[in-house]
């Protein structure tokens, strides 16, 4: 996998694993924790989701600057894992009010921007080498596989700290239950007997006498153990930081060289250029105060803000280059802003409208032990049957053949008929489909690269928001007939809003979410690495870390709009939910296939 690249891959790649590790504990569990701990409505929790998204990817871009102003690329990377270490370690902490809550999600944001864009411009700087340089979209490749073996068990580790911290207060887990408990705290849950039935389910210790007790002392318990999950995450940052400081070394430094008088006069841009940036910010504050949805304006004025700056300091020879970035750019805001729903809307779907419990056959999928003896069966049989040459790697897997599959065969056996899955592990299927496809991705664009057909970067960007499109047509077709969330609500005769659950006629299979999931995981490969080895190829060399810094912004805004689906989750059909997201990546398709050649001309 590292073959005939630098060894500061390997370096970059357990770096990020780390960092990820924790980013993806957040993805699974942080809505699901603001409205278990704080009660919370999918509406205001996707607002301070969205935020923390934003100010992850926004804050990049102030990495960006700080790195390639200083040139100290690497410092910049190690103090922003110490940064984010801090906000874990604080959100580690249990009883917390929200602002403390809040306080610990922007540190983590400010480390997150800090760290980021720069190890991705730092990747890049090992392929401006010309001896690497022609494996730069591969490696690009399997630095975001290294992001993805991280995050595939972060929501295994997160659901499982928190079940066993369930257990030992004589609990199960039933994550529809805080919503209920806090409907039964507030007055709102229209018939409390439905909260006797899900209660005497989760009890160990048998029937719930005192309702009122067991609402309070449940929503304590299932918040700490998301606490104690973020302790996890901050564990994870410290394990990135002992690799980065024991072979940051491998990582290329660039430091500042002497410049030439030209070289002075082009410096001199960022100065003049902070007029443009806060003329541009100004007017985005101004539309900001002005506008119905200031969240959304706030996030285009401040890109629009970028826009202009970064305009006004590059010179006529880099333009072209910037330009065919910022239209890039464009696409990715609309990508993002409908790929992250799967900490969100998906996440909700997942935990109201999929089924709680499923048949041994499924629940292979949804332990840990399960699925890795099911991943040990089938890497054993693609070495059996796919390994000519070697003699010892056709023996290693026959060996994971058998061990992968008694395994199998006895978790499958000791399964009962109904067993219980956690929305939470639905985060897994991104990164695990991420591992699994990645190298088959790589091998069919090296076939279509020896007979002449690889498509140009820009073309699988433009490919990939069609292949969305497709995995959010899955799950609109799941959600056809279901009841939807504004049918679950009602004002009753003394004007107060009142709540049912989500009946169980209107609850699908698993495979739905998981298949959709895996068409946007194909649609990810297709953009994301694609658009990271884009912007490091086209970046003018005085700008690659803020025009990493500029992507990641990009990325910043499409969270923001992220809004969109917890804003309409109460109040649309979930099929003409899943419908916005489709329209907008099939016309941010058709946006980048009508500058195609543009995109083209500036990586030849």
Not at 124 to 130: E, F, H, I, K
Not at 210 to 232: C, E, K, Q
Not at 300 to 316: E, N, P, R, Y
Request: aromatic share 14%.
């Amino acid at each position: 996998m590292f073959k005939q690249h630098p060894r500061g891959l390997i370096v970059a790649f357990f770096t990020n694993m780390g960092e990820r590790f924790g980013f993806y504990t957040m993805m699974a569990i942080l809505v699901l924790f603001l409205q278990a701990r704080y009660g919370l409505d999918e509406e205001a929790a996707g607002e301070i989701y969205s935020w923390f998204y934003f100010g992850i990817y926004a804050l990049a871009l102030v990495g960006g600057l700080l790195a390639d102003y200083t040139k100290k690329y690497k410092t910049v990377i190690l103090f922003g894992q110490i940064i984010m270490f801090a906000g874990y370690a604080l959100l580690a902490m249990p009883g917390l009010p929200l602002v403390i809550t809040i306080v610990g999600l922007l540190t983590i944001a400010l480390g997150n921007g800090l760290f980021k864009g720069n190890l991705q411009a730092v990747v890049g700087q090992m392929y401006d080498d010309p001896k690497y340089a022609k494996f730069r979209d591969s490696a690009f490749m399997v630095f975001y596989m290294g992001i993805n073996v991280g995050a595939f068990f972060a929501p295994f580790a997160a659901t499982g700290i928190r079940n066993w911290w369930l257990k030992s207060n004589g609990f199960l887990h039933d994550g529809s239950l805080p919503a209920v408990c806090h409907q039964y705290i507030n007055g709102t849950l229209e018939d409390p007997g439905k909260l006797q039935t899900l209660a005497n389910k989760v009890s160990i210790n048998g029937p719930v006498t005192d309702l009122t007790g067991f609402a309070h002392s449940y929503l304590d318990v299932f918040a700490r153990g998301y606490n104690y999950a973020f302790g996890i995450a901050a564990i994870a940052m410290v394990i990135s930081l002992v690799v980065y400081l024991l072979y940051g070394r491998l990582l290329p430094n660039k430091e500042k060289t002497a410049q030439s008088s030209t070289e002075a006069k082009m410096q001199k841009g960022p100065a003049t250029g902070f007029i443009s940036l806060l003329i541009a910010m100004a007017v985005g504050a101004a539309i900001y105060f002005a506008s119905h949805n200031r969240d959304i304006a706030f996030a285009f004025g401040l890109f629009a803000g970028f826009v202009a700056w970064i305009l006004q300091i590059s010179t006529k020879e880099e333009r072209p280059r910037i330009m065919a970035l910022l239209m890039v750019f464009l696409v990715v805001i609309f990508f993002w802003m409908s790929f992250h729903q799967n900490g969100l809307t998906l996440t909700f779907f997942a935990r109201d409208y999929t089924v709680k419990n499923v048949g041994p056959f499924t629940f292979m999928f949804f332990t840990l032990e399960n699925i890795l003896s099911v991943i040990a069966f089938i890497a054993g049989l693609i070495l059996v049957l796919g390994t000519k040459r070697s003699l010892n790697l056709r023996i290693f897997g026959g060996a994971l053949l058998l061990v992968g599959g008694g395994l199998a065969y006895y978790f499958y056996s000791q399964a009962g008929a109904e067993n219980a899955i956690s929305p939470e592990i639905f985060q897994s299927f991104n990164p695990l489909f991420i591992v699994s496809l990645t190298f088959l991705v790589m091998a069919l664009f090296a076939w279509l690269n020896k007979r002449g057909l690889e498509p140009s970067t820009p073309k699988k960007i433009g490919i990939g928001m069609i292949i969305a499109a497709v995995g959010f047509g899955i799950i609109l077709i799941a959600s056809l007939n279901l009841v939807s969330p504004h049918d679950l609500k009602f004002v009753d005769a003394s004007g107060v809003t009142k709540f049912n659950p989500v009946p169980d006629s209107s609850r699908v299979m698993p495979y739905w979410l998981m298949s959709s999931y895996l068409i946007l995981t194909i649609a990810e490969l297709f953009l994301s690495p694609m658009g990271l080895s884009f912007v490091s190829k086209v970046a003018p060399p005085r700008f690659q870390g803020l025009m990493q810094g500029g992507w990641l912004l990009a990325t910043a805004v499409g969270n923001k709009l992220l809004v969109v689906g917890s804003f309409f989750w109460g109040k649309l059909d979930l099929s003409q939910l899943w419908l916005i997201f489709i329209v907008c990546c099939l016309l941010s398709a058709a946006f980048i296939f009508s500058i195609i050649k543009r995109l083209e001309k500036v990586t030849q």
